[in-house]
């Protein structure tokens, strides 16, 4: 596992789940979504996050597959790739 924290650039659906992004000039294709954690209030009464972190498996254009922790700051609507799990 890599810890990254590096922005990526994301095409997504209509409904803003990530379909490919671009990352250091290789783009991967999202072939599932494993983990979903949505943006929220970490306690009742709190402020909600304007974090949403989504696990996928992706395959690079090469074919090659990896499990990919990838969050997307909903206030400035940018996308960051957190871990890379080979």
């Known amino acids: 596992m890599s810890l990254l924290n590096e922005q990526i650039d994301v095409r997504s ?6 379909v490919r992004f671009a990352w250091r ?5 999202v072939r599932r979504v494993i983990g979903d954690w949505p943006a929220r209030p970490e ?3 709190a402020p909600a996050t304007q974090v949403h ?3 996928v498996s992706a395959e ?3 074919g090659e597959p990896s499990i990919i922790d990838i969050t ?3 206030e400035s ?3 960051t790739m957190r871990r890379q799990w080979n």
Request: proline share 8%; aromatic share 8%.
């Open 60 to 62: 690079s254009d090469a």
């Open 43 to 45: 306690a009742p009464g």
């Open 13 to 18: 659906t209509e409904g803003g789940h990530p």
């Open 25 to 29: 000039g290789r783009m991967f294709r």
């Open 77 to 79: 609507d940018s996308w």
């Open 72 to 74: 997307r700051d909903t």
């Open 53 to 55: 972190m989504l696990r």
